[in-house]
């Protein structure tokens, strides 16, 4: 009895499976035989370019079209070839001065040759219309970063690289008469407190083509220490037959530098002068002292004290 009501079961199962397959199909024919509207994406391709062309700035790679057919005929253009890529032809469409454009009715004009008659074109969207070219005439230019790289507390940012540090920028040479500089996309790193490499990519240039489209950026930060130098007071331009002495004879300089190159700091590497042109009007006033040369490397180097006291002296 129990195999008898398990065989029964599942007829009743299949039957229902049947015709279950059966009216779905009939409903999605049904559903097929409607209108609809969809949109596709079409691949847009500037082909027959010349050699002695440079395409500067192209075409959207894609544009997205809207048709209105039945549903039929709208699921055989999601697997045919009929609205795969589009090719221009660059002679049909450049124009006189480095620009060329397509339009809304070109790419319907192309489109309703490779549809069926039902079929109608409610919209054609793209970014933009127009591409620019000219006559193969470049130059290099340095790459510049644009935005801001702040270090954390104590650290500090001792070197940026960029690889490669210059872009070859095609355009014409009006454009190229303008062009000084290609800059990154804005960056905004905060905080850093260790050294980094990130890939960057670089801002267009209207009617210009950048080569390449992004650089390596490396950072090198370090954490930094301040250290304080005594360091001998020189004097320059002191004329034959006199002496200027200062009081005290060494001042201090207080120096930011990294923390692995504190020790190398030495008090030779520093020129600190007191110039006799600087000999202030009333001999009661104080002479000031500047730094003329400190060590590479170093971040920040003040000194403690910018006046100090003199005897002038002829002899």
Do not use: C
Not at 27 to 50: C, G, H, Q
Not at 76 to 84: A, N, P, Q, T, V
Not at 138 to 164: C, D, F, H, S, W
């Amino acid at each position: 009895m129990r195999n008898s009501l398990l065989e029964f079961s599942s007829k009743e199962f299949l039957i229902f499976l049947f015709f279950l397959a059966v009216s779905a199909t009939f409903w999605f024919l049904s559903t097929l035989n409607d209108t609809y509207e969809k949109e596709y994406p079409i691949r847009i391709e500037i082909t027959d370019i010349p050699k002695n062309i440079v395409i500067t700035e192209g075409l959207p790679d894609t544009i997205r079209v809207t048709l209105r057919d039945k549903g039929f005929s709208l699921l055989e253009y999601s697997f045919g070839d009929e609205l795969r890529t589009i090719h221009l032809r660059f002679a049909q469409y450049a124009k006189p001065k480095g620009k060329g454009n397509i339009t809304q009715g070109d790419i319907q004009k192309i489109l309703k040759s490779r549809l069926l008659g039902t079929t109608s074109i409610t919209s054609v969207k793209s970014d933009k219309w127009d591409f620019y070219y000219n006559y193969g005439s470049m130059k290099r230019v340095p790459i510049v970063i644009e935005g801001q790289l702040l270090p954390a507390t104590n650290y500090y940012v001792t070197r940026t690289v960029l690889t490669p540090d210059s872009a070859s920028v095609y355009a014409s040479n009006d454009a190229l008469d303008t062009i000084r500089a290609v800059y990154t996309v804005p960056q905004n790193l905060v905080g850093i407190k260790e050294s980094s490499t990130h890939n960057v990519a670089l801002q267009s240039i209207t009617g210009a083509r950048v080569e390449p489209s992004s650089v390596t950026m490396s950072l090198i930060a370090e954490q930094m220490t301040e250290v304080t130098v005594s360091v001998p007071i020189k004097t320059i331009n002191v004329p034959e037959g006199k002496m200027l002495k200062t009081f005290p004879a060494r001042v201090d300089v207080k120096v930011t530098v990294a923390l692995a190159r504190m020790a190398q700091i030495k008090p030779e590497l520093f020129n600190v002068v007191a110039d006799y042109n600087d000999l202030p009007n009333n001999i009661n006033e104080k002479i000031k002292v500047k730094i003329l040369m400190r060590p590479r490397g170093i971040v920040r180097a003040h000194l403690m004290t910018s006046m100090v006291d003199y005897i002038l002296e002829t002899f």
